[in-house]
């Protein structure tokens, strides 16, 4: 049986959504729940709107044609993007406590792979600066996402004052410029933090990974939440031979993998390393 609200701008039926259910799947991995209808309707209904489409099947339509430059911004609507610097602050003391238990490595390698709008990677390069004591700490912040907007919007590191005033003056000031004028309420992180991070659009589901050498450290933090548990396999399976026998690999406080542990075992609270370690 085929629905749609009548008050509704666009017409939307279960059928639309399961298509789109579907399609997100197959292209990011994200398991859609059947509540989050409105949602997609919401968000996609601003989509329809750019194009000048009448009804959500125009969309599919649209979607359904190989060269049409919708594909990604399809992705990037449905992506959720909730970031704070120094979130879960435990992981970055375990960070820390990494650094100091490897005192020979000359370089640290560390991946980001859901970097949102910046705040976790900027965040990773604050915590080496400061235990480093230095500006260009020796490591190689690469920091990934799916969605080409919040990449941007990471790269240029542009963020309105309160996303970091839980911060203390002291981070405020060695890592913060504030604006003046018609940039009055915004803060930009300084050039030597921005320095530290590449950006790179990466979809996880994606068969080759463009690196050549594993990393020590893999922030994959609610992320997988968004995965079914075959999806959360597939990729942490993926991991395996990126991650250095004895490197790390940090989860979101609400993520955890029994059904991996041939793959990953629980070092400490969300903080995995290798099975095989």
């Known amino acids: ?19 789109i259910k579907a399609l997100i799947y197959d292209r990011a991995g ?39 430059d919708e594909q990604q911004e399809f992705v990037n609507s449905l992506t959720t993007n909730l970031a704070s610097f120094f979130r879960e602050a435990h992981h970055f003391d375990a960070l820390k406590a990494y650094f100091s238990e490897h005192p020979d490595k000359k370089k640290f390698r560390i991946w980001c792979c859901a970097a949102s709008t910046g705040e976790e990677p900027y965040s990773i390069a604050m915590a080496a600066i400061e235990y480093f004591g230095c500006y ?27 996303r970091v005033e839980s911060l203390s003056d002291q981070r405020l000031k060695a ?5 003046k ?15 530290l991070v590449f950006f790179l659009n990466l979809n996880l589901l994606n068969n080759n990974w463009p690196f050549d050498d594993p990393f020590d ?16 396999y597939k990729v942490l399976k993926k991991f395996v031979p990126y991650l250095k026998e004895d ?31």
Do not use: W
Request: charged content about 25%; hydrophobic content about 40%; overall charge positive.
């Open 1 to 19: 049986m085929q629905t749609s609200r009548s008050d509704r701008e666009f017409h939307f039926t279960d059928s639309n959504f399961a298509t």
């Open 30 to 68: 994200i398991n859609l729940a059947e509540t989050k209808k409105d949602m997609v309707y919401s968000r996609l209904s601003r989509r329809l709107r750019v194009n000048g489409l009448n009804s959500f099947q125009q969309y599919l339509d649209l979607l359904a044609d190989p060269a049409s």
């Open 181 to 195: 004028g018609n940039n009055s309420g915004l803060v930009k992180v300084k050039s030597e933090l921005q320095d």
């Open 136 to 162: 260009n700490p020796p490591v190689e912040i690469l920091a990934s996402d799916l969605d080409t907007k919040v990449l941007e919007k990471a790269r240029q590191g542009v963020y309105a004052f309160e």
């Open 247 to 277: 490197g790390l690999l940090f989860a979101g406080h609400s993520e955890s993998f029994p059904h991996a542990s041939d793959l990953f075992r629980l070092r400490k609270h969300t903080v995995y390393v290798k099975a095989t370690k």
């Open 217 to 232: 450290i893999i922030f994959c933090r609610n992320v997988m939440i968004y995965f079914d548990k075959p999806t959360q």
């Open 175 to 179: 890592f913060f410029f504030r604006g």
